[in-house]
């Protein structure tokens, strides 16, 4: 099985900062795409960022220029600086990833349990 765990969510007023980290654990040979995605209550979960492992990104609008995603692929951890945050970021955020388990199996989307990230103003 594959373990997605994050951490570093919490409160935050406007204008403050947080990291999120995410590791990745189990039984894993490659993983292509890490990343970040949102829900806030009664909306959808949307991509926040991710990076594959080559180091291409991709930010949704929202972020762009505030967020920063970053990975360690040897331990397997995905990392998201959150900087000027803004209340309309509140949200619980899940990391996703896109696992091969063995060589010979086809890639999977996995999903950590969420962490909360709440903005006041």
């Known amino acids: 099985q594959v373990q997605l765990v994050e951490s570093g969510g919490g409160l935050v007023h406007a204008g403050g900062s947080l990291r999120l980290s995410c590791a990745a654990s189990?039984?894993?040979?490659?993983?292509?795409?890490m990343g970040w995605y949102r829900q806030a209550p009664g909306k959808q979960r949307d991509l926040v960022a991710t990076?594959?492992?080559?180091?291409?990104?991709n930010y949704a609008d929202s972020v762009k220029g505030r967020f920063t995603i970053s990975r360690d692929n040897p331990k397997k951890m995905v990392y998201l600086q959150m900087n000027s945050l803004k209340p309309e970021d509140t949200a619980v955020y899940y990391c996703?990833?896109?696992?091969?388990?063995?060589?010979?199996?086809?890639?999977?989307?996995?999903w950590g349990q969420g962490t909360q990230v709440n903005v006041f103003a």
């Open positions: 996703y990833a896109s696992v091969k388990r063995t060589c010979y199996s086809s890639y999977a989307d996995y």
């Open positions: 189990g039984s894993i040979f490659n993983i292509r795409d």
């Open positions: 990076r594959t492992s080559g180091g291409d990104t």
